[in-house]
Structures are given as C-alpha cells and as structure tokens.
C-alpha cells in the first residue's frame, strides 16, 4: 500500500474549518483515499473515501487534486467533540477496507 | 444494531502466559479483521478472517494466531506473552467485498 505523510498534530478553534493534508506521493491508479477518525480508547471511524475531485457527506469534504499525490479532508465548523486522531489511508478498494495501513495519523485539537 | 462487541474490555496477563480475545461481529457481516494498536508502532494490522478462513496476514509472530466460526465470531490467541505485547487489541467487521469496516472498542491487554 502506497505510504503516506501527514502533519503529526494541528490546533485549531470551535467555528473554525480545519484542513487536514495528506501526501501520498506513490498512489496507484487503483489505488483509493480513505479517511478514519479515532477517539481516545475507542476503534477508528470511517469518515470518507474518494478516488478524484471532490466527495462529500454529512460529516466532512475530500478533496483530492488531478494528480492524486495528495488530499485534503476539510471539516466544517469543528466542536470541541471533533478533537481525536485523523488517519488517511491509500489503497485498493477491496482491501482498503479490509486489510487497512494505518500511518501515524494527524492528532487534532480543538479549543473552545 | 448492535456494533462489533469485544471482550474482554481489559485484560491483565503475566509474561509466558496466553491470552485468547472475543469479537462478535456485526450481524451479516463475514469479514473480521484485527490489528494491535500501541503508543510506539500505532495501527498495525494482524489478519483477517473471511467464511472461516485466514485471507490476509501482516507481519506478526506466529505467537498470534486466529480463528473465526460458522457464526462468523471471531477469537484471536496469543501465547508465550512478552512485555511488548501490552497493546489495544482491535477488531473490524465488513460484509465482505468493497465495504466498510466497523471497528469494536477493543481489548485492551496489560502484560507484567
């Protein structure tokens, strides 16, 4: 599976749009972008997957450029309840989901 | 609907002893995957169990060890523990091909 690079931590405030980046500079055309959310003592949360362009749900927006060696998961007006650990995750769909790489993930923090 | 249920939810073990961990997977789903989950190596994945069979392994000692049942629970083993094994034991479950995983809250295993 294709490795990826991600901030180690990022700060931000309750309101604020937070944009989490993740490099990913060996993707296979194959290859897909998942994005997982993990609290403390808890297992990770799917949050989103996307190939191309531009994906969006209830919960966040993923944003993956033409050449596909980064993205950006963007979520909208943070709480305080999304302070947790952000992983991204590249690799074939079906085992993607399955057999899943995690890296070091993006540890995010939110104030009030 | 219930979720992925693991058990225990904590555990302590005394080095050379072995230790044998539940998940009962969502209802449906026939895929069961495991990963081990520490401060120092993070995320990293164990195997996965599809209709009874070991379909994917990561690059663990044979001291760990599954198995999965007709009724798609799944049991994973460690023996001869060592200090370094201490870790949160996390379980997935899919429903097979190309869908997402489901991750229970863990079991998390203290070796002394």
């Known amino acids: 599976l294709a490795k990826t690079t991600q901030p180690i931590s990022m700060d931000s405030y309750e309101g604020q749009e937070v944009n989490i980046t993740c490099s990913h500079n060996?993707?296979?055309?194959?290859?897909?972008i998942t994005w997982y959310q993990q609290f403390p003592s808890q297992g990770p949360r799917f949050i989103i997957q996307g190939y191309k362009t531009k994906v969006t749900n209830e919960v966040a927006s993923l944003f993956i450029p033409a050449d596909r060696k980064s993205s950006t998961l963007s979520l909208p007006r943070v709480s305080l309840s999304d302070t947790a650990v952000y992983y991204c995750?590249?690799?074939?769909?079906?085992?993607?989901?399955?057999?899943?790489?995690f890296g070091s993930g993006t540890r995010l923090q939110v104030q009030p | 609907k219930a979720g992925v249920t693991q058990t225990p939810r904590y555990l302590i073990k005394t080095r050379g002893q072995q230790v044998t961990l539940s998940c009962s997977p969502i209802s449906g789903h026939r895929s069961v995957s495991w990963y081990q989950q520490t401060p120092g190596q993070g995320l990293q994945f164990l195997f996965e169990?599809?209709?009874?069979?070991?379909?994917n392994k990561g690059n663990f000692p044979g001291r760990f060890s599954g198995r999965q049942f007709s009724n798609s629970r799944s049991e994973m083993n460690v023996s001869t523990l060592e200090l370094g094994d201490s870790a949160l034991y996390l379980c997935?479950?899919?429903?097979?091909?190309?869908?997402?995983?489901?991750f229970g809250q863990g079991t998390r295993l203290t070796v002394v």
């Open positions: 060996n993707i296979a055309t194959n290859d897909y």
């Open positions: 995750l590249v690799g074939p769909l079906d085992t993607g989901r399955r057999a899943l790489t």
């Open positions: 169990y599809f209709s009874e069979t070991q379909r």
């Open positions: 997935a479950s899919s429903r097979g091909e190309n869908t997402e995983a489901f």
